[in-house]
Every structure is written in C-alpha cells, then in structure tokens.
C-alpha cells in the first residue's frame, strides 16, 4: 500500500523526524483556512501548494506551486485542486487531484547556507536486511544519480540482531559533510527515521529532497511510503488511510472478490490460477501476437463465484477482443473450475469475444467434456502450446 | 541420491490439526510421505490422521526424530514456528504459509542461518522427489521420477513445468519450489548448487520472475563453476509494469537489473539455455538432452 505525502509525513513526524509543517485542504476555502493556521503555528509568510497523489515528478507537471500572499494561496489552490496532474510517472492519462498539501516555506534565510539531500531505507533483499540509502546529490531523480554518479550514493546496513547503531548514524552525516548543530541534527533524523521504518513495517521510505535549512535544522520536505501489506493488519490505523481514489475501479471491485487483478492496455484478457503462471500467461499472449489486458490470479481456492467475477471484471474492459483462460489443476480441480465457466457463461449471457479455455492437471479430461458438452462456444485447449496458438488464430479472425 | 527430502526423510507437520495442514498432511500420506506426527500447541497428546500430535515441535523431535518439518501455520505467527523448528534442531523446514510480513521473515532468516539448517520457502510449494516424498502442495502425480531437477520460485508454473518434462519422455529428481516473497530462506543459486552437486540429476530447469537479482546470483555461479550441467531457464513477467506488484510479494521491477529482459541477457550470457515462451520448457530440455541444441 502507498500513502500520500501529507499521511506519510504526519507518519514519521510521529517518531520524531523533523517535516515540512503543512495542512492537508481539499477545498479552496480549507487551503485559505491552512495557511493562515500555518503563519499562525510558524510564523511563515510564504507557503507551497503541493498535488497529493500517488506519484511522483508532480513538480514538472505543475503540481507544486509556492504562495507568497492569501491571494496567491487562493490563486494556486483553485489551479492545482480538481487538475488533471500529468507527471513522468502517472502515464499519460494523468491523475485527477482531490486534494492539496499546503505547508510551510522552509527555503527561507542565506541559500548558501541550505543543503538538500537524499535519504531511504528500504529492505535489500540479497542480503536480507534493512539499508540506508543515502547521498549528497538531493532534490534530484535518485536513478539519474545513481547512473551518472554512481560513487555519490552510499548504502549503510542494518544488522537484523543488534539494529541501527549510534555509529551508523553519525558515519551517514560525515558522509554527507555535516559539522555542528547539522551533524547532530541529521544524526537524529536518521535514527528517528530508522524507528518510524521499523514501527510501522514501511518496505519503503524515501525523503527528497532531505533539506539542511540555513539555520542548520535538518526537514523532511518530501516524504514517499510504501507499506508491507503482509504487515498491514498489525496497523489498522494505517491500513485506514488508504486512498481508493488512487487505485484503479476494476482493481478495487477485484480486491472484493480477493482476486488478484492488475489492469494492463492490451486485448487479451487472462484468467489464470498462480501468479508465476500467469505472468508467463500474459508473456504467452505477447509471445502469440497479442497483448495483455490483465493480470489475474484466482489463487488456490478458483470456484464457480470466483471465475464469474472474474469474467465480469475481464468484460468490462471495451479493449479486451478475447480471454484465455489457463488453469493448472493441483489442489484446484479442473472441473470445478469448467463448471464455474459454464455457469458464469450462462449467468452473464451472451459472451461476444471468443474465449480460449486451456485446463490442465487434476481432472482435466473430465472438465473438457463438461464444456464440450456444454454448448458454449469456447475454443478448447490441454497443452499450454495449443492455447498459444488459438490466442493467434482467435485474433487473426 | 535426490536432494532434501526421500523416503527416508521423516516429517512433521506443523499447524498439523487445521483445514489446510488436515489436508495436505492427507495428501502427502497418501503419496507415500513418511509424516511421523504434527504440531498444534494445545493439542499435544492426542492424535490426528494416525499420527501423534505435540505441543512443541522439541517434543517431535525427541519422540519421532524427525527432521523435516513442514508448515501451515496463518501468516501472522508462522515467522515463530520457522524458528521453533530451528531451535528444535529439523534440519530442513519447509514453510508454504504465503503473507508474512518482510520484518519477521528478515528475523527469521538470521535465526535459521545462526543454527546451520536449510529452510524453503516461505509463500512456495514445497520439494517433492517423486516416488520418495512430497513434502509440498503440488498435485504428487504430476511429477514422474527422472533425472531432471528444477528450480523455481512459481507453485503452477512448477506444475508446468514438470508435466512439459514427463510430457517430453524425461521426469524429475527432485522439485525445489524456493517461493515468491523478497525475502527466503534458500536462494535460486543455493537450490541449483544442490542439484548440480547431486549424482541423481543430470539436468536443470530453473524458472525465475521479475524482482530481485537470485537469478543473475545462479546464472553467475552457473558459468563460474563451469557449466558442469545443461540449464534451461524461464523468467515470467516480460510483460509485466514496472513498480506493480505481480501477485507474488516479490515479484516487482525496481530498477534496470531485476526485468525479465535484463534477467535473460545475463542467463544466456552465462551458458543457460533461455527459452521465450513458457510452453516449450519440456521440449527445450528434451532438444538439449538429444543433442539438437548445442
């Protein structure tokens, strides 16, 4: 799961890491309302409106303004709230932004003296532990740093047993050149940051730009979180902030059958029983001279309620011009799973786009003479190969 | 020799007395798997399935001798069970719990490392050596014995796998599905060390997804030890976005490196016999076997 920056920010603040103050309005009247609380709080005379939603580059595409008077906030906010953000990371469909965060200007005083870095922690998966990454190069796109400038980013390693040590912390501000109230400002930013990490079972927390302010104080300006939704359940306070709206429909309303959908841009749609099968289903499609529509796992336990909701999420996608279903039956039995297409095919009536069914494994035979014997009209396949082929003769006709 | 579990092997299950661990603890009886007993705290004393039930799997261990364990506990306290087991001293446990959160997995890992025993999984199907033990939740008669190992991190893209391989004339040594989450306990790489170092197999399908490097780490270690076996390898999720999560916890492109694209360049460069499409894996081993591919 993913949080937007104002929640993510509230987050780690909670641990004791030093934000950007802000307030988050989804109206103009709220966004009035911010600022003023803002300069009252602060004592800041100047504000930045920033788009929330789940992506990032929202600068480039217009999506983060700075305010120098109520006029100016007002101004901003009606530009930026109920936009259609396109950013490098949206697509070209954009995001439509339902809400703002209106906080404070930290980029005040000598802009000699300001510094912005680069700080994460995520999980390094080949050496099973937590890291630290960070670097000198903040404000930036990390990968184009990481390409350019490869020496400028540093990784520092959690051992799982002993946890982030005082050491570890303070070797992270040498390196990034701090001295003074900055060094031990950023020494406590990164084992606050650390803790928030941990506590709140975060697989990702990223802040960019980290910014040295001219009076040595160390902000989080910008703060990204993904969350382990594995651990989800030991956080129903988190678990409450997420945001349909970011999420695609067809997603959502598959999440209530508990399939596991990922809506794509091809014409083939899938329905396929393991995740690993169905990526190599859909890398088949491809392979076949289609394309994709979805990803969708049925998971162990496919039955008659499953494949149908299944297929009412697959048909609602006006580009899907055929379905390959691909199911390999261990535990799942073929012919419950036949029946279920039957059943679904009879419920939902009249199915227009040719439909391959491609069931293997436990019961197979039985479940192809169940549909064969059925009427429908689908295209009936054993082997994993035949299915690749009926995939191109479907689309050629 | 096969690697991991055979006849001999004696399993336990733990989360022994629920729906899943009932049934799977069933299906590996009827396949021939020597399941000595389970574990259900609470419930030791009595028995479930002809076998005897523990408190503790130390109790297990000290009654039956076993040294297998197999887990079907709910996500939340399966982390705990892994170390149990450890600390009990089975030397190969096998967790198939999917959804454990990241942070105990990355306790658990050290914890099993610390006590020098091999733990599979967790979110995977299990290991089967076919006509010796499935100690797993794939359908047994899929898999006919042979001398073909595979590697993978997919439960029914295994399946497939081994059904292409008996489909082609050939069968299985030992299945190793190693599971799909960012952190397990044994690696690609580790799992092919396995089955090249065993005398019962002579060939090796290695499947593999997008997200993390394990596949490079296998293809690296493949080509520096010498190409000592053929190796036919898959990576599904060429079609997959970037930055989605593909069903499996770990199955997500982060960079450049862990791309399905990227994986193969490094497989193929590394000597491994790189097919494109998941429907001609049997085939591809059988031409490679024969001779036909070089």
Request: proline share 4%; hydrophobic share 40%; aromatic share 4%.
């Amino acid at each position: 799961m993913n949080l937007h920056e104002y929640q993510a920010k509230e987050l780690v603040k909670k641990y004791g890491v030093p934000i950007q103050e802000g307030i988050a309005a989804d109206t103009v009247d709220a966004a009035l309302e911010a600022a003023k609380k803002l300069q009252a709080d602060t004592g800041t005379g100047c504000w930045v409106i920033k788009a929330q939603i789940h992506a990032g580059g929202r600068g480039k595409g217009g999506g983060v303004k700075v305010a120098t008077s109520m006029d100016k906030v007002k101004e901003k906010s009606e530009a930026i709230l109920g936009m259609n953000l396109i950013t490098p990371q949206t697509g070209a469909q954009g995001k439509l932004v339902r809400k703002i965060l209106v906080a404070q200007d930290v980029y005040d005083g000598d802009a000699s003296l300001r510094k912005e870095f680069y700080v994460s922690i995520l999980t390094d998966r080949s050496r099973k532990c937590d890291v630290i990454i960070y670097s000198t190069e903040g404000g930036m796109d990390i990968e184009e740093v990481a390409h350019s400038t490869p020496e400028k980013i540093h990784k520092e390693y959690i051992d799982p047993v002993a946890g982030l040590q005082p050491f570890q912390a303070r070797k992270v501000a040498f390196n990034l050149g701090l001295s003074g109230d900055a060094f031990k400002h950023m020494v406590k930013f990164i084992s606050s940051l650390y803790k928030s990490y941990q506590s709140i079972d975060a697989s990702l927390i990223e802040v960019n730009p980290c910014l040295k302010t001219s009076s040595d104080k160390i902000i989080a300006v910008d703060a990204k979180i993904n969350l382990d939704d594995n651990a989800l359940y030991r956080h129903p306070e988190i678990a409450a902030m997420r945001d349909l709206h970011e999420e695609d429909p067809t997603e959502v309303e598959a999440g209530k059958h508990n399939l596991n959908f990922i809506k794509l841009d091809g014409n083939v749609g899938c329905m396929v029983n393991g995740a690993g099968l169905a990526m190599a289903t859909m890398d088949m499609i491809k392979l076949a001279g289609g394309s994709p529509a979805n990803f969708l796992d049925v998971g162990g336990t496919a039955n008659a309620t499953t494949v149908e909701a299944g297929f009412r999420i697959i048909l609602s996608d006006p580009n899907v011009k055929a379905i390959l279903i691909n199911i390999f039956g261990g535990i799942v039995r073929c012919d419950r799973v036949a029946q279920g297409i039957v059943d679904a095919y009879k419920n939902i009536g009249e199915i227009k786009v040719p439909i391959i069914v491609r069931l293997q494994g436990t019961n197979a035979d039985v479940a192809k003479k169940l549909i064969d014997e059925s009427g429908l009209k689908v295209y009936s396949a054993i082997l994993l190969k035949e299915a690749a082929e009926l995939v191109n003769q479907v689309l050629k006709d | 020799m096969s690697v991991l579990v055979n006849k001999k092997s004696k399993v336990i299950v733990q989360g022994f007395t629920g729906t899943e661990g009932s049934f799977h603890a069933t299906q590996m009886l009827e396949y021939g798997t020597n399941v000595v007993g389970g574990v259900t705290p609470g419930k030791g004393g009595t028995q479930h399935l002809d076998r005897p039930v523990f408190n503790t799997v130390a109790d297990a261990v000290k009654h039956t001798q076993a040294d297998v364990s197999i887990i079907f506990v709910p996500p939340a306290f399966a982390a705990d069970a892994i170390m149990e087991a450890a600390e009990a001293g089975i030397q190969v446990i096998v967790c198939i719990t999917e959804g454990i959160p990241v942070r105990d997995m990355i306790t658990a890992y050290r914890f099993v490392k610390d006590r020098g025993c091999r733990l599979i999984g967790p979110n995977c199907p299990g290991v089967i050596t076919p006509g010796e033990a499935k100690v797993g939740i794939m359908p047994g008669f899929v898999f006919k014995t042979g001398r073909i190992g595979i590697v993978s991190k997919s439960g029914t893209l295994t399946y497939e796998a081994a059904d292409q391989v008996v489909k082609a004339g050939l069968g299985i040594s030992t299945a190793i599905g190693i599971g799909g989450d960012p952190i397990i306990g044994t690696s690609t790489k580790e799992a092919v060390e396995l089955l090249m170092n065993d005398k019962e197999t002579d060939a090796i399908i290695m499947i593999g997804e997008i997200g993390g490097g394990m596949e490079a780490e296998a293809a690296r270690w493949i080509k520096s030890t010498g190409n000592k076996k053929p190796v036919v390898g898959f990576i599904a999720g060429q079609t997959a976005p970037p930055g989605r999560r593909m069903g499996h916890a770990g199955a997500i492109i982060g960079g450049a490196d862990d791309t399905a694209a990227a994986k193969k360049r490094i497989m193929a460069e590394c000597g491994i016999h790189v097919v494109d499409s998941p429907a001609v894996i049997g085939e591809t081993m059988s031409k490679v076997l024969s001779g036909v591919i070089a």
